[in-house]
């Protein structure tokens, strides 16, 4: 297949806390781009994501990818499963970049530095972002039939922002989910993306 025009390499960073599935997520976006025809490189770190620790995701695509790493503000589109993570992990984003924040908060029960945001003015600090989108994905998650679903509302929301078709993404949940979890998945996929469009 024919990637659609893209001449450089588009960087997603995708963060949160364990048990927000944003490994999944991650998966999905990949599958999603290399059936769209890209070349892909994915990264992780989720040391202690088992236990509610922060969890960072890297994906790039474009016609030739050689790192799956993404250099300090240079991510095109920043994807946080919650508002505290996003503060963390903002320098990630480049100017202009998408930042989409799933409007909830969860914070990992692992942080024990003075490093991490305050957050009682979590809102205020995202809203510095000129191309922030912030969106309540547990209730559409719940409106879908499943709270567990909140990450693939995100990936619905996601996949009006990137540069390949519907089909990809939906043949990519196909593969991931399991069969009996497929249905709601999608659903909650419809409503992300109908949420942001």
Do not use: C
Request: charged residues 15%; glycine residues 8%.
């Amino acid at each position: 297949m024919t990637p659609p025009p893209l001449t450089s390499i588009f960087n997603i960073s995708l963060v949160g806390v364990g048990g927000q599935g944003i490994l999944l997520t991650s998966d999905v976006l990949a599958l999603a781009a290399m059936h769209a025809g890209f070349d892909v490189k994915k990264s992780e770190i989720h040391g202690m994501s088992q236990r509610g620790g922060s969890v960072i995701s890297q994906v790039r695509f474009g016609p030739r990818v050689y790192s799956p790493i993404i250099p300090d503000g240079q991510s095109d589109i920043l994807v946080s499963f919650e508002r505290t993570e996003a503060l963390r992990w903002g320098h990630l984003a480049k100017p202009g970049a998408h930042i989409l924040v799933n409007d909830m908060e969860r914070v990992p029960i692992t942080v024990s530095s003075g490093q991490y945001p305050a957050v009682e003015n979590a809102v205020e600090r995202l809203a510095a972002y000129p191309g922030l989108r912030l969106l309540s994905a547990n209730p559409l998650a719940e409106q879908a039939g499943s709270i567990r679903t909140a990450n693939v509302v995100l990936v619905g929301a996601l996949s009006t922002l990137v540069p390949f078709a519907k089909a990809h993404w939906q043949t990519a949940l196909n593969e991931r989910i399991p069969e009996p979890f497929l249905d709601v998945n999608l659903r909650a996929f419809a409503l992300g993306r109908d949420a942001i469009a």
